[in-house]
C-alpha cells in the first residue's frame, strides 16, 4: 500500500541531512501550510500549520 500526500507551502528552514548508523542518507524540514477562509461574520480568517517531513529517498533527496 502506497500512502500519497501533496503539500504545498513555503520551507521553515534549510533542510538538515542526516545519515543513520548504516550510513543512509536521511534529509528532514519544515513545511508551513496556510489556509484562509470567510467566518459567519465575512472577516478573513487564516491559520498555519507546519509539517515536519522527512525524505529516505534517494530521487527525491536530489530536488531538496
Known sequence: MLNKVILKGNVGRAPKVFLTQEGK???SFSLATKISWKDKSGEWQSTTDW???TVFRKSTMRWI
Do not use: A, D, L, M
Open 51 to 53: 509539517h515536519r517531513v
Open 25 to 27: 542518507k536521511i534529509v
